[in-house]
């Protein structure tokens, strides 16, 4: 069984920064990719930004340059630094992890960015 857990969430001003964090834990050999996705309320969640294990990134258009994933294999998490925040980055922020062709969800954690 494998074990995603978020922490890092909360409420922040438009401009400020937060680091969010995501712990694998489990019947883990190896993790390939690990990302972070998003939902607000009332829209489909979307691809925040992705890693892979060897260090290749990808960012959605609207956090370029704002926000930069990491990760570190030897304890099987991966972050999100996120900086200038808007209002609009407000979401469940979801850490998704593929591990033996399988994908595996956190339970979500809160951020909410206020104008």
């Known amino acids: 069984q494998v074990q995603l857990v978020e922490s890092g969430g909360g409420l922040v001003q438009a401009g400020g920064s937060l680091r969010l964090s995501c712990a694998a834990s489990?019947?883990?050999?190896?993790?390939?990719?690990m990302g972070w996705y998003r939902q607000a309320p009332g829209k489909q969640r979307e691809l925040v930004a992705a890693?892979?294990?060897?260090?290749?990134?990808n960012y959605a258009d609207s956090v370029k340059g704002r926000f930069t994933i990491s990760r570190d294999n030897a304890k099987n998490t991966v972050y999100l630094q996120m900086n200038s925040l808007k209002p609009e980055d407000t979401a469940v922020y979801y850490c998704?992890?593929?591990?033996?062709?399988?994908?595996?969800w956190g339970q979500g954690t809160q951020v909410t960015v206020s104008s």
């Open positions: 998704n992890a593929d591990i033996k062709y399988l994908s595996y």
């Open positions: 489990g019947s883990i050999f190896s993790i390939n990719a």
């Open positions: 890693i892979s294990r060897g260090g290749s990134t």
